[in-house]
């Protein structure tokens, strides 16, 4: 006798959803899961693109290859200091926009517009503004810098590796704080006036309003944004590349940048391959807290 | 039609039937869409001209033409070579010599010896082009379509009031560099940055260097190299900037009175005398004592494709490209010089001191090796290198060394 003669008729087999599923899993499939699968076989090759006929299996070689790279630990390197910079400034600088944002006054939707075109911009037209705005010779910056007297002669910015460095670090803060300051602003919104109003009566100062209602209240937003930016700016290469190309020397290289130079520039796409993974491992411990926060919030 | 006679034409149908493959075959031929890969600095030329006149006097030849943003040779390349991996490459392209070689190696090149001989406008591009243009297996698979020397560009007014006539050796460069370096004006707009090997070449190629086994550090090869660095690092006769500077970089300065000479070639020549006149001039780039030298020659040739299907078509329209008038046509797109003896006869596009000064510079030209490593070291080894030496991270010695591990480690 079988279960369903037991509890009555069994339910049948339900494959709607799975219909209606798979053409997103089929283009899942097709424009991330083989690719990834094509970057996992070519970085156990010695795959170079102009040598077809030859792709030698070579195992983990690039891998090992990797380990005793220097210029990999030096973009490495580069990468941490970059993403730390970067992604605390822009919180910082978008949490103060939101905070004014949040403020009413005659203008504050124009304000509101127009702080978002940084981010709307194309990345290599940031790139190449700012390379235009340091220039040695003809940039905007060393003009203002000097008729203000804050420095003697024209500084060539994108020529020291410090200056290059911290000066695409400045680009990448302007074009990337209006998502925080965007995102925090909505947070904002969704506090209650009552809390804040009885913060006031009970006489707490801005500052205490701010640490111990606002921020708790958006903790969640601010959690995901730094999450979806630190991925963002991990594994953002075009600006750097339009400005210094990873110059002067190795100043500016990080890993992607790194992984990009070997595949397009070295024509290396094995050894390319294998930096574009160990970025990408890296970058899964991030993923993978901002997968179970994204889960948890789906949970409640 | 009664059944037997039905059966005759039928039978005469199949019978001639391999008779016809050749006129069926010609009529494809004729009906071919020919696509061609291009790129030109100013994506605002369009050869729609060009190809209209093509294919008004080749009915059934279609031309599609292609602009593939050129992005330093790197954009470029990456496409083709990814096109052809994918076989879907485009059946003829603008190519450049410094990429002859890994597109041998590819497979992807088709021999062109057997159409040039019998094409009416080989005698009209000079033995010297014809013989840069080979491949190292002595087979021609460029056909020339436009080339320029790079020169010096120099301030003819400062050097007329330093007292000093245009350099010819690198002690005359430097003495020159140093009475033109006052206040924010430097002698020599260095390019430290993405393409810079092409003005360093003249310093070091120009002393003796080569790009064979040892070549690269022999003790003339060091000294030209040490020269050049030194133009930055002890006689501070360049910009601060020298490090990041490219293409554009150099010329913004030169053309904002910043630096005194500068080193490229013809294209450059009208956008100069628009913003400074008679004030800039051009001469032959600096030769070591012994007076050889080298530089640049900068080709640009179109190629048939091997895995195209319409390569006779495909000949027709470069060839084209490169006959007399069509080829002074082209060029003036391009803003580069004809590679036809008749058509150079004629040029007027460009004041005939820099004319003048790309033909005096054509004995000591070259190229870069034919070999599958010489576009990295354009694109990465060498301004990163480069960029270090000027910067004090290494020596140029140790500069050399990493060219030479480059091509012979």
Redesign the interface.
């Known amino acids: 006798m079988t279960t369903a003669s037991k509890t009555g008729p069994a339910p049948p087999l339900v494959l709607t959803p799975y219909l209606f599923l798979l053409p997103a899993m089929l283009v899942t499939l097709a424009v991330v899961l083989w690719p990834v699968a094509e970057t996992v076989w070519m970085s156990l090759h010695n795959f170079i693109l102009f040598k077809p006929r030859n792709v030698p299996f070579i195992g983990l070689g690039n891998f090992w290859r990797l380990l005793n790279d220097e210029v990999f630990w030096l973009s490495l390197g580069h990468s941490l200091v970059w993403i730390s910079l970067v992604v605390s400034l822009q919180f910082a600088l978008g949490l103060v926009t939101a905070l004014l944002l949040n403020q009413s006054f005659w203008w504050r939707s124009l304000a509101r517009s127009l702080v978002i075109i940084p981010w709307a911009l194309p990345s290599v037209i940031i790139g190449l503004t700012w390379t235009w705005m340091y220039d040695f010779n003809v940039g905007v910056l060393n003009d203002v810098f000097v008729r203000f007297g804050l420095i003697d002669k024209p500084v060539a910015w994108l020529a020291q590796p410090t200056s290059a460095f911290l000066s695409i670090v400045v680009a990448l803060i302007w074009q990337g704080f209006p998502f925080f300051a965007v995102t925090i602003l909505a947070g904002l919104q969704t506090i209650s006036a009552e809390l804040c109003e009885a913060a006031d009566i009970d006489g707490a100062t801005r500052f205490q309003r701010l640490r111990f209602i606002t921020l708790p209240a958006i903790a969640d937003v601010i959690a995901t944004a730094l999450l979806l930016r630190t991925i963002w700016v991990a594994n953002s290469l075009d600006v750097i590349l339009v400005m210094t190309g990873g110059g002067p020397g190795y100043s500016t290289y990080t890993l992607p940048l790194y992984a990009f130079l070997k595949a397009y520039s070295g024509m290396e796409f094995g050894y390319g391959s294998a930096l574009a993974i160990m970025l990408t491992l890296l970058l899964l411990l991030v993923v993978f807290v901002y997968v179970r926060r994204a889960a948890k919030e789906l949970d409640q | 039609m009664k059944r037997r006679h039905f059966i005759q034409a039928a039978g005469a149908t199949a019978l001639s039937a391999p008779l016809m493959a050749p006129m069926v075959n010609t009529a494809k031929a004729q009906a071919a869409t020919v696509r061609w890969w291009y790129h030109f600095d100013n994506p605002q030329n369009t050869p729609n001209e060009l190809i209209a006149q093509f294919e008004k006097e080749n009915p059934g030849i279609k031309i599609q033409a292609e602009s593939i943003p050129w992005g330093g040779g790197?954009d470029y390349y990456?496409r083709l070579?990814?096109a052809i991996?994918a076989k879907n490459a485009p059946d003829c392209a603008m190519v450049k010599l410094s990429s002859q070689a890994?597109?041998l190696?590819?497979?992807a090149l088709e021999p062109l010896d057997g159409h040039i001989k019998n094409w009416a406008g080989k005698a009209d591009i000079s033995d010297n082009i014809w013989s840069v243009n080979k491949a190292q297996d002595g087979k021609q698979y460029y056909l020339p379509l436009q080339y320029v020397v790079l020169y010096l560009y120099y301030r003819a007014d400062w050097l007329q009031a330093a007292g000093l006539q245009p350099p010819k050796t690198y002690e005359e460069f430097l003495a020159a560099a140093k009475a033109m370096t006052k206040g924010?004006v430097s002698g020599f707009g260095m390019r430290?940055?993405?393409g810079g090997h092409d003005n360093w070449a003249p310093f070091v190629v120009g002393n003796g260097a080569t790009f064979a086994k040892g070549g690269m550090v022999g003790e003339q090869a060091l000294a030209g190299n040490r020269f050049y660095v030194s133009l930055a690092r002890d006689h501070k006769v360049t910009?601060?900037?020298?490090?990041?500077?490219g293409f554009r970089?150099i010329v913004?300065?030169f053309k904002?009175e910043?630096t005194g000479m500068i080193i490229h070639h013809i294209g450059s020549a009208n956008e100069l005398v628009a913003a400074l006149g008679d004030k800039v001039s051009a001469t032959p780039v600096p030769r070591p004592a012994n007076g050889k030298g080298w530089t640049m020659f900068g080709d640009e040739s179109n190629a048939v494709l091997s895995g195209s299907k319409n390569k006779d078509a495909a000949f027709k329209w470069i060839s084209f490209l490169s006959g007399s008038t069509n080829n002074v046509a082209f060029n003036k797109l391009t803003g580069q010089l004809p590679v036809t003896t008749s058509g150079a006869s004629s040029w007027t596009l460009h004041p005939k001191r820099f004319v003048d000064a790309s033909a005096a510079s054509l004995p000591l030209a070259g190229v870069l090796p034919d070999s599958?490593k010489t576009?990295?070291f354009a694109?990465?080894v060498w301004?990163?290198s480069m960029?270090?030496a000027?910067?004090g991270?290494i020596t140029p010695d140790e500069m050399m060394k990493t060219i030479e591990a480059h091509y012979n480690g």
Request: proline share 8%; aromatic share 2%.
């Open positions: 790197g990456n070579f990814a991996v890994q597109l190696e590819m497979d924010d430290g940055g993405g910009p601060a900037s020298a490090a990041a500077d970089q913004d300065g904002a910043r599958p576009a990295d694109r990465t301004p990163t960029q270090r000027l910067l991270q």
